[in-house]
């Protein structure tokens, strides 16, 4: 398994800023993942973090509008620009080991615009 | 969409065995049936997943029909931490690719009750 912590745990943005959540893993990994989950929601798959490329994003998610890096095989970072109160949700980061096809996940970020 | 149909909710009372039907009738013969479970205000967690024999881990058994086509996940003594949304996933296990993405339904709640 994987150790998975996000950063900020939770936080309350004004509309229109723009905010970055970090998620780091105790140990290098093949694929990492973001997710949302809005309010009595199932979780939606935004974008796959690829090291070293851009990365991969889901229908429905652009690039401009939540930036993702991953300068490392442990680290990544989701960015929400120009919040709305839409945004409002809980953003999760995942990652898949190269030994396993088992996905664990961060314990979220909890994220209010107001 | 998902490709799995779960109950919305299933009561269970504690000590007993909790069984979380899953119908997968779509599913390919490179496809896998995961469970994860997600407990509330938390990540996900990963329980168990298998191709088309029965598993089982310290946490649950897993049942899978001989056509592939349904499964049951098993918690031998349910207690009220395994009060929680499980989610039955199928997907292939592969890395990249949007068809080893983890496309979560809306699970089934399953309330343990003492």
């Known amino acids: 398994s994987a150790v998975i912590s996000q950063k900020p745990s939770r936080d309350i943005c004004q509309r229109g800023t723009s905010l970055t959540i970090q998620c780091q893993v105790d140990s290098q990994v093949t694929m990492m993942f973001w997710y949302r989950q809005q309010p009595g929601q199932s979780l939606t798959l935004i974008a796959t973090a690829n090291q070293g490329s851009e990365a991969t994003y889901e229908s429905g998610f652009v690039i401009d509008k939540f930036p993702i890096s991953r300068p490392n095989l442990t680290f990544s970072t989701l960015t929400v620009s120009n919040m709305s109160p839409e945004d409002s949700s809980i953003y999760l980061c995942s990652v898949e080991t190269g030994t396993s096809y088992e996905q664990y996940f961060g314990p979220g970020t909890r994220l209010t615009v107001t | ?114």
């Open chain 2, 1 to 114: 969409d998902a490709k799995t149909t779960q109950p919305t909710s299933m009561d269970c009372a504690e000590g007993r065995a909790a069984n979380l039907p899953c119908n997968h009738s779509t599913i390919s013969g490179n496809e896998y049936v995961y469970w994860y479970r997600q407990i509330h205000s938390q990540g996900p967690q990963y329980i168990i997943h298998g191709l088309k024999n029965n598993e089982t881990n310290e946490m649950a058994s897993l049942i899978i029909t001989e056509d592939r086509k349904s499964s049951t996940l098993i918690l031998p003594h349910a207690t009220l931490r395994d009060t929680a949304v499980y989610y039955c996933i199928v997907r292939v296990a592969n890395y990249g690719g949007s068809q080893g993405n983890l496309i979560f339904g809306k699970g089934t709640k399953l309330s343990v009750k003492p």
